[in-house]
């Protein structure tokens, strides 16, 4: 059943007030979704030069997907889909095997998709550009544009320059990502991932015997299609199901990172932007787009006349907690994973990081979503 969600009139007094949004990616589509849905105009610049990499897209974010877009489940009809997973996680020697519907999507051709379907709903509401907006030009933006949106991606400095803020990154990752083709062993809807000495693969099908295998290690050693080979090489169960390599290997850097300050008066950072999580947690997409759901809440509700102070700090808050959470996770999983002295000196990067930035953590909530909307809570905890 889909999210029933008021077409509000109450925001009929902002209606023209424009809101910048920088990136065209599921953050800033989703924002641009939910603030042209309330009434908001706005204006996107991408500078369309970005390649995405393919998403394992899992059930609970692609019902959210559907359910915020309102979107007809033949959406995903030419999307290949998975059932299940096989982990062969640390030395145990053991798979695990569980039931996991999951949709494989080219992360350009997702956004194009989205792109259609805003416009189709509120062509009059939103502008596009193509533009790289430069820090050097941020200017007069703050005057012109009643909020700025920074869903830039991970590399995007627009929010951390216009807040003066710092970005923390909590390793050096990467992730060497290449197409191969399957074996006759393989099977279509199933994925793997496998740790190996030096760092984990994911293998996952993509239909028509071909998959995406992406190897993540903690540096990169000598040539990458022979580091590739050799990581391939020590596992017990992928090299079964590869039959071939591709040409191309891609490298997209994959350790966690995180803004502070997360916002300012006129700017939030939305999505990658914000914080981006390590590939292992399979869900950038979801963080992504709950990030969207809260950051437009809050614009929402500083128009309709709630403390900006409390709405931003509300804000910092859920998505730092989120965002330790998702370290604690990844510290787990690499202490079980990992003894090579290159991962352990990952993993104390990623705990030393972790104390310098030191999140807020015992401060209770003050704000929640009900239907969408960002409301105040009293004390007792119940809503205001
Ligand atoms: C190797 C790898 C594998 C991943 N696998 C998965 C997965 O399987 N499942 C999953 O859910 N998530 C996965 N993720 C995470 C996921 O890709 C991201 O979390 C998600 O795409 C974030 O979306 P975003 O809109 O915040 O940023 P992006 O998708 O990066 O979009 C940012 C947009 O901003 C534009 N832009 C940037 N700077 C500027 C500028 N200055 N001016 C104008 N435009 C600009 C770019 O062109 C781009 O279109 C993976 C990430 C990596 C690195």
């Given at each position: 059943?889909?999210?029933?969600?008021?077409?509000?009139?109450?925001?009929?007094?902002?209606l023209m007030q424009k809101i910048l949004i920088i990136g065209g990616g599921i953050a800033g589509l989703t924002c641009a979704h939910l603030l042209t849905r309330n009434g908001w105009e706005v204006e996107i610049w991408d500078k369309l030069s970005h390649s995405s990499p393919t998403l394992i897209i899992n059930d609970v974010t692609r019902y959210l997907l559907?359910?915020?877009?309102?979107?007809?489940?033949?959406?995903?009809?030419?999307?290949?889909?998975?059932?299940?997973?096989?982990?062969?996680?640390?030395?145990?020697?053991?798979?695990?095997?569980?039931?996991?519907?999951?949709?494989?999507?080219?992360?350009?051709?997702?956004?194009?998709r989205l792109w259609t379907h805003l416009l189709e709903k509120y062509h009059d509401q939103v502008q596009f550009q193509e533009l790289s907006l430069s820090i050097d030009n941020l200017g007069d933006l703050q005057h012109e544009f009643a909020w700025i949106i920074d869903a830039g991606g991970r590399q995007s400095a627009i929010a951390q320059k216009l807040g003066s803020g710092h970005r923390y990154a909590f390793g050096d990752r990467c992730i060497l990502s290449q197409e191969v083709q399957l074996t006759n062993f393989a099977q279509e809807d199933i994925y793997w991932i496998e740790t190996v000495p030096e760092g984990?693969?994911?293998?996952?099908?993509?239909?028509?015997?071909?998959?995406?295998?992406?190897?993540m290690v903690p540096l990169i050693l000598g040539e990458t299609s022979d580091l590739l080979a050799i990581l391939i090489k020590q596992t017990r169960y992928i090299q079964n199901y590869i039959a071939e390599l591709s040409a191309s290997i891609a490298i997209f850097a994959a350790f966690p990172q995180i803004l502070r300050p997360l916002s300012g008066n006129k700017h939030l950072a939305v999505g990658d932007a914000a914080f981006s999580v390590d590939p292992i947690s399979g869900d950038g997409t979801g963080y992504a787009m709950r990030g969207a759901i809260l950051a437009t809440s809050v614009?929402?509700?500083?128009?309709?006349?709630?403390?900006?102070?409390?709405?931003?700090?509300?804000?910092?808050?859920?998505?730092?907690?989120?965002?330790?959470?998702?370290?604690?996770?990844c510290l787990e999983y690499y202490l079980k994973g990992f003894t090579s002295s290159l991962w352990q000196r990952e993993i104390e990067r990623m705990q030393k990081a972790r104390k310098l930035w030191n999140p807020t953590k015992n401060e209770n909530f003050t704000h929640t979503l009900k239907d969408f909307q960002l409301v105040k809570l009293e004390k007792s905890g119940k809503i205001a």
């Open positions: 059943m889909g999210i029933e969600i008021e077409n509000s009139h109450k925001y009929n007094s902002i559907q359910d915020i877009w309102q979107l007809e489940t033949d959406f995903w009809y030419d999307f290949h889909l998975l059932t299940s997973r096989r982990v062969a996680w640390g030395n145990d020697g053991g798979v695990l095997s569980m039931a996991e519907p999951n949709a494989v999507i080219n992360g350009n051709l997702l956004s194009n984990w693969l994911f293998l996952a099908p993509l239909g028509n015997k071909k998959a995406i295998l992406q190897a614009i929402d509700a500083i128009a309709s006349g709630l403390t900006s102070s409390d709405c931003l700090q509300h804000y910092t808050l859920r998505l730092e907690k989120a965002f330790d959470a998702h370290l604690q996770q």
